[in-house]
């Protein structure tokens, strides 16, 4: 048994040579969103997947790309795929010169921070309508995609209580996630949580820093056949009543 796994491993060794040329070739040749699909496949599904997006890029034939690192291999994980590549580049263009930002997360996922201007007034949880164009968009890529999946989280400033901001926060995701069911999005696909005030990112001691606490936070995910996030994410509905705390 272990001659043969040593033999194996024996064989294994130029493959891994080759497979290593190709990527570094195929990396040179690449452009900028190119190179993005293929480092964001590269942590969400292993080498394998990484390696077929390049040869995918390469050979013109992305189809032929997706076979060859099927057939590597995959470790599961989010999938920052060409349909992800592009959603982020259709966010970017909508929120040009609104202050939402758009990013892509080490963990694959396509973030967006969405202030008060363009979300909520305080303590409201109806989405204004600045924010309808940016939740169209998101609508269209995952009607475009069907392995996209969203979380949202919502946040308040520091105005009022916990029993004012937390059921609150839960309150603001959970309109956001209406919107897009009422858009035609499967409430399955979309999961929301909310953190009251406790993870303010600026001063709440000016207008314009509660203003950036007031928000919530979108992230778009592509998963692998290898997840489930539902069980990840457990489904929170819009409350009355503050919940346990749980923040930190």
Not at 27 to 50: E, K, Y
Request: glycine share 10%; net charge neutral.
């Amino acid at each position: 048994m272990a001659d043969n796994w040593g033999f194996n491993m024996f064989l294994k060794k130029p493959v891994l040579i080759v497979l290593i040329a190709v990527l570094l070739a195929g990396c040179a040749s690449m452009t900028d969103s190119q190179r993005r699909t293929a480092q964001g496949t590269a942590a969400g599904t292993g080498i394998g997947a990484a390696a077929g997006a390049i040869i995918g890029v390469i050979a013109g034939d992305p189809a032929l790309g997706a076979g060859i690192g099927a057939g590597v291999g995959t470790l599961g994980g989010y999938v920052w795929s060409s349909h992800m590549e592009k959603q982020r580049q259709q966010m970017e263009q909508v929120t040009e010169g609104t202050g939402i930002e758009v990013t892509q997360t080490p963990g694959n996922e396509l973030k967006m921070n969405v202030p008060g201007d363009f979300s909520f007034d305080t303590g409201r949880a109806d989405i204004k309508p600045e924010m309808r164009p940016v939740l169209n968009s998101l609508v269209a890529g995952m009607m475009s995609n069907s392995a996209a999946q969203a979380r949202i989280i919502g946040h308040t400033d520091s105005t009022g209580t916990d029993a004012i901001n937390n059921p609150l926060s839960v309150n603001r995701a959970a309109s956001t996630r209406n919107y897009l069911v009422n858009q035609d999005i499967a409430a399955n696909r979309i999961h929301i949580d909310g953190r009251g005030s406790y993870e303010p990112i600026a001063s709440n001691d000016t207008m314009a820093g509660r203003a950036q606490n007031r928000r919530v936070e979108i992230y778009m995910f592509e998963v692998s056949q290898a997840q489930t996030p539902q069980s990840q994410y457990p489904q929170q509905h819009p409350v009355n009543y503050p919940p346990q705390p749980r923040y930190y």
